[in-house]
C-alpha cells in the first residue's frame, strides 16, 4: 500500500507570498492532519480534516487554511508569507480502529521563504 | 501548545550499546505512539501503545505504556549506526484526538 506523499518536496517563496502544499493520503484513510515542524519547536499540530470537515485547529494565525476533497486528498495554504514560516510541514493521515488511531506522516515539505 | 516531557534531549552513545529514554506527562493519556525521524524525512511510526502497562517490541526496540498511564519509555538494545536519528514520543489524552509531542531525543551512533 503506497504511503502518504506530500507535493512539493521543496519550495522557496518571498515574504508576502502565498503557498499552497499537497497532501495524499493512505488509502481508505480519512483524516489527514498537518503539522509544522522548526528546529526546536518539535511538531506543532496545524489542523485535522475528517470527510472534508475541518475537526481540530491549533494554535495558529488566519493565514494559515487547509481543505480536503472527497476523495480524501488535502491542502493547505498560507497566504502573506513571513520569514518564520520557514519550516518543515508535515502531513498525517489516520485511520480508526476498535484498537486506536495511529498517524502515518508524509516526507515533507520544506519550506523556505526569504 | 501542550507538549511532552521527552528526556534525554540526545545521547551519544557506542555501537552495540543499549539505549533508554522516555517522556513523562502531568495529564494521563489513552495512547502512546514512538516515532523515528531521520534528516529530511517525515517521521516513521516505530511503536504504538493503547494499554496501560502495556509492552511492545518491534525487533531490537522495545515500548511500554506507564501503569499511572502519565509515561512511557522506549528502550533499544544493541544499538547499531542506521539508529541515529530523532526519536519522538507523542500521546493522546483525552477524547479531542490530538496528538501531543515530545521535543525528541536525538541519538548519535559512534561505529
Known amino acids: 500500500k503506497a504511503g502518504v506523499t506530500q507535493t512539493p518536496r521543496y519550495l522557496i517563496k518571498t515574504r508576502g507570498q502565498q503557498v499552497t502544499l499537497s497532501c495524499s493520503p493512505i488509502s481508505g484513510h480519512r483524516s489527514v492532519s498537518w503539522y509544522q515542524q522548526t528546529p526546536g519547536q518539535g511538531l506543532q499540530f496545524l489542523f485535522e480534516?475528517?470527510?472534508?470537515?475541518?475537526?481540530n485547529k491549533g494554535n495558529f494565525p488566519g493565514r494559515f487554511s487547509g481543505r480536503q476533497f472527497s476523495n480524501s486528498r488535502s491542502e493547505m495554504n498560507v497566504s502573506t508569507l513571513e520569514l518564520g514560516d520557514s519550516a518543515l510541514y508535515l502531513c498525517?493521515?489516520?485511520?480508526?480502529?476498535?484498537?486506536?488511531?495511529?498517524?502515518?506522516f508524509g516526507p515533507g515539505t520544506r519550506l523556505l521563504v526569504l | 501548545g501542550q507538549q511532552l516531557n521527552q528526556s534525554p534531549q540526545s545521547m551519544f552513545i557506542q555501537e552495540g550499546e543499549d539505549v533508554s529514554m522516555n517522556c513523562t506527562s502531568s495529564?494521563?493519556?489513552?495512547?502512546w505512539l514512538w516515532y523515528k525521524q531521520d534528516p529530511g524525512e517525515g517521521p516513521v511510526l516505530l511503536i504504538a501503545l493503547y494499554k496501560a502497562g502495556e509492552l511492545t517490541s518491534n525487533g531490537r526496540l522495545t515500548a511500554q505504556f506507564g501503569i499511572t498511564r502519565k509515561d512511557s519509555f522506549l528502550n533499544i538494545s544493541a544499538s547499531i549506526p542506521s539508529d541515529v536519528g530523532i526519536y519522538f514520543c507523542?500521546?493522546?489524552?483525552?477524547?479531542?484526538?490530538?496528538?501531543?509531542w515530545g521535543l525528541g531525543t536525538s541519538l548519535a551512533v559512534n561505529p
Open positions: 495529564s494521563i493519556f489513552n495512547t
Open positions: 507523542a500521546g493522546v489524552a483525552g477524547n479531542n484526538r490530538k496528538l501531543i
Open positions: 480534516y475528517f470527510s472534508e470537515t475541518q475537526r
Open positions: 498525517a493521515s489516520s485511520l480508526l480502529t476498535v484498537v486506536g488511531e495511529t498517524q502515518y
